[in-house]
């Protein structure tokens, strides 16, 4: 499958370009056409490079939509494991926008202080538009708030660390219902349910159907 990136999209090109400017990152697509689909703790073990440090190069990965991953299960347990989203890309780049708008770091920065003013406000929604944000943020430069939405539309696992943030901040009993958190947290019932996914992930907690379970240290 081709995927194509237009000139509409900056901020998914430059996610492309950044993820393919690292070795390490090359390193693990390489190792994911060779050998299909594999955990994070996998591809650590075959770069011979920490959990942590992968992880890292994942997310970005996975940003730019080079790579993808399932939930399989493996015996008792339930792995995340990854393989290559597309074989082939096509990107159309508009230089004067990638070099005068796109900042990925700026725009991050943005992102944030949008996701900050919305937590404490109307509430963080699924979907957002140029108006939002002119609106939320006081934003003169409609270019730049364009691209702020193709940021928020491709780096999800961005949004969830902001989020796991603000989850980290507030007090939670042992379980939690997937609605139940939406509301405390104000934001929208999807991005609950990736956050709980997420700190699952992390071994913090268990998803089992709608409800997030602290998980217990053992003594």
Do not use: C
């Amino acid at each position: 499958m081709t995927i194509s990136i237009g000139t509409k999209n900056p901020v998914k090109a430059r996610l492309i370009l950044e993820a393919l400017s690292s070795k390490p990152r090359l390193n693990i697509i390489k190792l994911l056409l060779k050998k299909d689909r594999l955990s994070a703790s996998e591809i650590a073990a075959e770069t011979k490079t920490s959990l942590s440090t992968i992880l890292e190069h994942l997310d970005l990965l996975q940003a730019a939509g080079l790579i993808k991953s399932t939930l399989e299960r493996r015996g008792r347990r339930r792995v995340k494991t990854y393989s290559i989203g597309t074989k082939i890309i096509e990107l159309k780049i508009d230089l004067n926008t990638l070099t005068e708008v796109i900042d990925i770091n700026e725009l991050r920065e943005l992102l944030k202080n949008y996701i900050d003013r919305k937590l404490v406000g109307k509430g963080l929604p699924l979907k957002i538009s140029v108006r939002d944000i002119v609106d939320t943020l006081q934003l003169e430069n409609l270019k730049k708030a364009i691209a702020l939405i193709d940021l928020y539309n491709y780096d999800e696992e961005y949004i969830i660390d902001i989020l796991i943030e603000n989850f980290k901040r507030k007090e939670f009993g042992e379980s939690i219902d997937i609605k139940e958190l939406a509301k405390k947290l104000n934001i929208h019932e999807y991005w609950a349910l990736r956050l709980a996914h997420k700190l699952s992930e992390k071994k913090e907690y268990t998803l089992e159907g709608n409800t997030l379970y602290k998980i217990k240290l053992s003594e």
